[in-house]
């Protein structure tokens, strides 16, 4: 298992070697894939060393959007306040925007305040990288994520996020003092700062990568007789460009 900070390679610091971060998740939403439910993937983001937040392994509350809503949303507003801006952005009813936030006790509160407001909500078992790349897409099923997650898979949201032109915003979210005490060793800055998409990820030369392994915002992974196929996603971010492309290799 990879560790935050762990040095990958045979030639760190050498002259003329490229340097690079990388945010991993080797398999994301694994409930999902021992249980065959949507959005288990294999993701990473990279970009070059340093760019990258070594975010800490504690939460995050996010916001996530496409780019019609830059400018219009932000954590630093209320959930009412964001979603009335969202339909006023889209120009359409409050009950027509769409919200996606994870299934969890931790949400009692936003989930009411959501509900109140009339717009609809999805709740997911796991997967908010799914979950905000979703929200981030034109063509995608939703118009806003919210909630709390995970930190590194903020990172990892954050990169694919630049590369669609949409929106990203987080706030680390600490469960102990131990847990602040150690991320305030890891991130030498104020842990009450208000992330957004470009602090997250520093640079325009970085991708996000994905591969699905359960159904759902990517295929899943086939296998037949001799053979895998895998289905993927790459995000440039300096290009602003979205390839999907399938992989047959033999087993």
């Known amino acids: 298992m990879l560790f935050i900070g762990e040095q990958l390679g045979s030639a760190v610091g050498v ?19 021992a249980y065959d439910k949507p959005n288990s993937i294999a993701v990473l983001a990279a970009a070059p060393r340093g760019t990258l937040l070594h975010a800490p ?7 996530a ?24 952005a889209l120009d359409k009813p409050i009950s027509e925007v769409k919200v996606v936030a994870l299934d969890r006790d931790r949400h009692a509160d936003l989930f009411k305040e959501i509900r109140a407001s009339g717009a609809q909500l999805e709740l997911l078992g796991d997967g908010d990288v799914s979950g905000a790349i979703w929200a981030a897409k ?15 898979e903020g990172v990892i949201s954050a990169t694919a996020i630049r590369g669609l032109g949409g929106v990203f ?4 979210v600490f469960r102990s003092p131990e847990e602040e005490a150690r991320a ?28 699905g392994v359960c159904d759902g915002y990517l295929p899943a992974a086939e296998l037949g007789d001799g053979f895998a196929i ?22």
């Open 15 to 33: 002259e003329g070697v490229p340097c690079i971060d990388i945010a991993v998740d080797p398999l994301e939403c694994t409930n999902n894939c």
């Open 169 to 172: 915003e987080g706030t680390l």
């Open 184 to 211: 305030g060793e890891m991130i030498d800055d104020d842990l009450t700062r208000l992330w957004k998409a470009h602090d997250l990820c520093q640079s325009e030369d970085a991708i996000f990568a994905a591969s």
């Open 57 to 63: 392994d504690c939460y995050m509350n996010k916001i």
């Open 230 to 251: 895998a289905h993927s996603e790459i995000i440039d971010v300096q290009a602003k460009t979205v390839e999907r492309f399938s992989t047959r290799r033999p087993l």
């Open 138 to 152: 034109d063509d995608g099923p939703f118009d806003l994520l919210m909630g709390i997650g995970a930190a590194p």
């Open 65 to 88: 959007a496409g780019p019609q809503l830059a400018g219009h949303i932000s954590l630093e507003g209320t959930v009412t306040y964001n979603l009335e801006q969202t339909a006023h």
